[in-house]
């Protein structure tokens, strides 16, 4: 039994199947519990969970209303919700995309994929039925927990559906890398659809990493420490490694009937030894390469025809799908090849099952069996590999497993090959079958520890506390809607004196493709102009830009300007610029070079010559690229300066050098100790913008603009929701209208205009 564990609580469970196949026998109602792994695994949760769980029953279109009547009734009692699928959703929803596309396609054998695929419609019609059948759960507040690759799209259909749903999503297959994933027509939809959830779980942390680097890629989301910032959210991911019910395989095996059934495996065996296959009949699970390996192995060891037997059993598999005929013809064909010419008088090498066997029958072959061979090409896990392993309680046995197999990961003693070397995969057999007694132990004893550190139970729930941990950390900044703005304002206009500090780029103006074509709307220096006539109120501006620019721009509207992140200082008053701290002068020259030498180097980039620092600005290059210039830039200037005279800061693509000590939060520093006593808002985008931030006194207010990760409590979306909340404030402080924002581009804010 799982450990009870009240994380489970309120878990509503998404997957395409039911862990039950409904079907009318005999003119009765009949359901088939579904034995495999993620039924078990998933059965633990649900059992201790009040949530329900949704999935497709299986095909109920010959049923008649009075069945169907009774299979909603019986479910019901369950807590399991049927959603009904036509024929032809299945057939193009899943068969048609689902394993038709993504399974060849997430397993790398990208030839398997369909030339046209015109399937996709219904998928996306049938992930939104998943997503508007789970709605009331998200609504109540349970953790709504999707499966795999079927249902792709459902956590951000959700997520828009009910925004302040906890959604978790586990992929069971593998997550190509970026350079297979990009194949994909749909390949945003889909990062994006999973972008929807909380938590993006993978069996493999090189699976999770594939998934950030495809997000880095394509939609250029920021990642930090293996979490995605994405649209003021993050989406955390993480590998959770599934396993088995360790415990029941033991049992099963320790059973008298089990054992029965080994006996007779054995006296049959004689003196041969006994390789085992077992897997699903799918072509990504290895077997003609196996066979072909098998037939290597003999043709090197002739003699071994006499004293081996292979015994491989595949279960028919998704036989509606095209590909999988050929497939099985193929593997009867090479089945039939081999055995003709391998097969002695007294000896016939390959038994092959293609059937369903009990769990029995299947823990009996592995706990006879002196070798299982696991070599799929890809294969997101493979539990077969640790079936097997936790079913010999003899300690004895040798496990061949695929590199490809995310089990791979865990179980590094086994003998582990490359599938697509026949040679290597051949030599494997006969390195396994004259293995010595004391090894085989040492590596079974290990491969036996490790499959039962990790059980099925462990890992759901292990993903489950994620989840609510993942939850709790998106909690912390808040948001702000419309009336939390209004509240805000409210209360700032309370304050006797108040002072705004405002970065610029992103902040009051959207972010552009190069710093020289986010100029000012004439909006923004009306608003400007407007907030500044208010006596409580003193108006600045914090950038990172240069001195010129900013009094171009600024210098007529009444404002105090900051310029290169706080290094100089314009008064309305003085009308001069004066620098804030001393700083070193002569370096730029030689870093100006390796800036313009990186530059080349990357597509997009330019640099920025600011008066007293340099800018590579980098919005239009290959993120990944970029990443590696940034890390090598840091590195040389580091290198030449090596008395930290000068500083490397990241902002918003962009890698500013500048002298040591300059940053925004002297601005902070110098605003707090003219005008004591007056209440502090500073609002920024910009990594760099978290100096103010932290400079702010306990009273003051930090709003951070879009997702980056902030001290900020609290949180715009974007320059457009701030313009919002400065309307707002000019209103209330002026007692005039605002004026309006920019044409084209509607304030969330409060704003009646
Ligand atoms: P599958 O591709 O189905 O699962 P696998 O993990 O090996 O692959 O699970 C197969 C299950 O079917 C095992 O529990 C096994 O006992 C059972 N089975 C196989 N052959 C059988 C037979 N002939 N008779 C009876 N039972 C048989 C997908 C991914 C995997 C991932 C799992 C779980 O493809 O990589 O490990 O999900 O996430």
Redesign the pocket.
Known sequence: MPERSSAFAGVTIVSNRLPVTAAVRGGRLRLQRS????ATGLGGVHEQSSGAWLGWPGDLSAMSEAHRAELHDTLATNRLVPIDLTRQEVERYYEGFSNGVIWPLFHYLVERTPLDASTWSTYVAVNRRFAEAARPAARRGDLVWVQDYQLMLVPAMLREMEPEATIGFFL??PFPSFDVFRLLPWRLAVLEGLLGADLVGF?TSSYARHFLTSLRHLLDVEVADSDALYHGRRVRTGAFP?GIDTARFETLAASPEVQRRVDVISADLGTRQLLVG???L?YTKGIPRRLLAFERFLAKHPKRRETVRFIQ???PSRDGVAEYGKFKRTVNELVGRINGTTSTMTNVPVHYLH???SEQE?VALYAAASVMVVTPLR??????AK?FVASRLDEDGVLILSEFA?AADELGDALIVNPYDIDGVADAIEQALTMGADERRTRMQSLRRRVRARTVHDWARRFVESLHAARERGRQSHVLDGPAVTALVEELAEAPRLVLLLDYDGTLVPIEATPDLATPDPSLGDLLRALAASPRLSLHIVSGRGRDVLETWFGGTGLTLWAEHGLWRWGPDTKTWRANIEHPRGWKPDIAELLHAAAERTAGAVVEDKGDSLAWHYRLSDPLQADTEVHRLRREVAEQHPDGDLETILGSKVLEVRPHGVHKGLAVTAVVHEWPGARLVAIGDDRTDEDMFAALPPDGVAVCVGNRPSAARLRLASHRDVRGLLEALARRLTGQPAPATRDGEPSSGPNPH
């Open positions: 034995a495999g792994g993620l069971h297959i069996h599934m077992v897997d699903r799918d059993v595949a279960v059937r369903q066997v299947l294969d997101g896990m493979n539990l077969v079936e995310g």
